[in-house]
């Protein structure tokens, strides 16, 4: 089965093809994605209306250049996968409504897809992955979760976040310090250069038992320790590095209770913030340490991507299921 994945949930159009018939890495057989950072960069977030109108410019001529890119014409499409939500209600419509007008022509089934689920099956795409059941850690711009997976589509949420996501503290504690938007992968490349231990910040929630996180608290003490200091560039890369210190190892001390919890010793993470390196050598490192195994997938899979979609819409319709002919646009859900 071949499927094409949407997604436009927030300010990144993204597509793909993914053939089932295929194995591993390669059953990815084409994706494309545009971007609208320049867009919204000026508003320093993402504006809603904005996002809506450049994912009408974009998406048809990037399911054009996909199919290109994949060798096919849309006559060779099973499936069309789209992502039904969470996210801007405007942005959704624009990748649903193509989605279905695009599957309604051909005559092929479409499946709206949870945008969480979409990240959370994401490491799968790559070779050698995982078999359920893990634990997987969604940590994105939205989302803080530990979900253990029984099964593809058996999700049992383990914990999340209180207040702010690990993305949301990553982009605003950059904003605060002045850091241009989107702020999370600016202030992870700043911390690169700043030295450890110069400021350390708390773990917030690890020293009570519980597997729920709260990154607000964190924010505020970075604030404080930004606003007394002498703002030099040597210190904002100091501050950044302890901030990023304490947001991975709070997140690699619950990440391993989880294990506990689940009895597992796999965990899967996905989400824009697990492109973050330090994150990923961390969480590498304590699943190795427990005779475990940390799956990632590659940087750009981390991220807002059509080829999530499209995996996980195929796993799916290959299994028989699809929606009706209604466009769907579900601005908040739960996985
Ligand atoms: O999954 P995603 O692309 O979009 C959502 O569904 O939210 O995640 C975006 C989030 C943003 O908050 C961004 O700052 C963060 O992921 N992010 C990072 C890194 N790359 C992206 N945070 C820390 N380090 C990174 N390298
Ligand atoms: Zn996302």
Known sequence: ????????????????????????????????????????????????????????????????????????????????????????????LVGAGVARSLAWALEIPAIGVHHMEGHLLAPLIEDDPPAPPFVALLVSGGHTQLVAVEAIGSYRLLGETLDDAAGEAFDKTAKMMGLPYPGGPQLAALAEQGTPGAYRFSRPMTDRPGLDFSFSGLKTQVLLAWRDSDQSDATRADIARGFEDAVVETLAIKCARALDAAGSNTLVVAGGVGANRRLRERLTTMCAQRGGRACFPRPALCTDNGAMIAF???????????????????????M
Request: negative net charge; contains cysteine; proline residues 4%.
């Open 1 to 92: 089965m071949r499927v094409l994945g949407i997604e436009t949930s927030c300010d990144e159009t993204g597509v793909a093809v993914y053939d089932t018939v295929l194995r591993g890495a390669a059953a990815l057989r084409a994706q494309a994605l545009y971007s609208q950072i320049a867009l919204h960069a000026e508003y320093g977030g993402v504006v809603p209306e904005l996002a809506s109108r450049d994912h009408v410019r974009k998406l048809v001529p990037l399911i054009r250049e996909t199919l290109a890119q994949a060798g096919m014409t849309p006559a060779d499409l099973d499936g069309v996968a789209y992502t039904a939500g969470p996210g801007l209600v405007g942005a959704l």
């Open 312 to 334: 996980a819409g195929a796993l799916r319709l290959d299994a028989g299921q699809h929606d009706d002919a209604s466009v769907r646009a579900v601005p908040r859900w739960d």
